[in-house]
């Protein structure tokens, strides 16, 4: 199978995690845990990277890192092959250590990067290691450094505590991040298995305006192997989107008007048919985006004007074209 690219750019923010193969606890002992860490602090060095929070589980890790650079496939490289090369010359043993290439999600500055780091900091609270209480005391994880008076120079913790509510790195700062950090386990929104997932899934996590953003800037096209299948399917929608506006602009008409009218209005069949005819644009998202019922009524509405029985919509679809046309 064809490897994924990675897609990279200067200051990009990644939750990046990996497993060991057949998941394996490759960081059974503090030892390995302690090694895999000093590779984790070398590879920010070596690449530039500012690390805002980690955890080191048994058999998996995960990373809240930023890419100044927009390096991080180099660096990752070096991390992984690095810290495998160490751990079979340690042990006599050869062969791959992780579980296949990791995975590496784009993050949104501000609120999702902190939910993120919440995330990675309750790990050992989610698979029952540690009570939240005893947190603190998990030594293989950014929220233990919390705690000390001296930290490696590319950690960046003030960033949770900045996200969990403006919070400062101050003992009191810090005793009520604790206690944030509790409320989520309990009640909040990282404490909630949904949630949970969610953090590690998928190609971005953030706002729609943020990977709206992400794909018009950066996007190498929805055949790259860059993109999961939701990736995929967000670029496409992207595109889909942009193309409605402009038909929905030269009709004079807003998405936010889709709501008032009948279903077959015909503007509504216009700019449908137009789309259907100009892009992949499937009924099911065009039934949601101009409120025209279920996906099969798109279909009918526009195939009643193709036939002659809509005069309106045809009317307004060749003046569409016309005005489009014109513009480009």
């Not at 780091?117 to 009570?131: F, K, M, Q, T």
């Not at 039934?287 to 029985?309: E, F, I, K, N």
């Amino acid at each position: 199978m064809a490897r994924k690219l990675r897609l990279e750019y200067p200051g990009a923010i990644y939750h990046v995690l990996n497993r060991g193969n057949y998941r394996a606890a490759v960081f059974a002992t503090a030892g390995a845990q302690t090694a895999f860490e000093q590779c984790v602090l070398e590879a920010c060095t070596r690449s530039g990277w500012l690390l805002h929070a980690f955890v080191v589980m048994r058999n998996h890790y995960h990373l809240a890192v930023e890419t100044p650079a927009g390096n991080l496939v180099a660096g990752m490289q070096w991390l992984q092959a690095t810290f495998a090369n160490r751990f079979n010359r340690l042990r006599g043993e050869q062969g791959h250590l992780f579980q296949g290439r990791y995975k590496a999600l784009l993050v949104e500055p501000g609120g999702a990067l902190g939910q993120v780091c919440d995330y990675i900091h309750l790990n050992p609270v989610r698979a029952g290691v540690v009570s939240v209480a005893r947190l603190g005391s998990y030594r293989p994880s950014s929220y233990w450094h919390l705690g000390q008076a001296r930290r490696p120079g590319c950690l960046r913790v003030e960033t949770a505590l900045a996200e969990a509510g403006g919070l400062v790195d101050t003992p009191a700062g810090r005793a009520a991040y604790a206690d944030y950090l509790a409320w989520q386990a309990a009640a909040g929104p990282a404490g909630k298995n949904a949630a949970y997932a969610s953090l590690s899934r998928g190609w971005a996590l953030g706002s729609e305006g943020f990977k709206a953003a992400v794909l018009k800037a950066h996007t190498p096209g929805e055949t790259s192997r860059a993109w999961e299948a939701t990736g995929v399917r967000e670029v496409r929608e992207a595109r889909w989107a942009e193309a409605l506006a402009a038909a929905l602009g030269a009709l004079g008409r807003t998405e936010r008007e889709a709501g008032q009218g009948r279903k077959s209005a015909a503007w509504k069949v216009a700019a449908a048919a137009h789309l259907k005819t100009t892009t992949p644009a499937d009924n099911r998202w065009l039934a949601a985006r101009l409120q025209m019922g279920t996906p099969v009524a798109v279909s009918h509405y526009v195939g009643r004007m193709r036939r002659g029985h809509h005069p309106e919509a045809a009317q307004l679809l060749a003046g569409l074209i016309k005005t489009l046309n014109i513009k480009s």
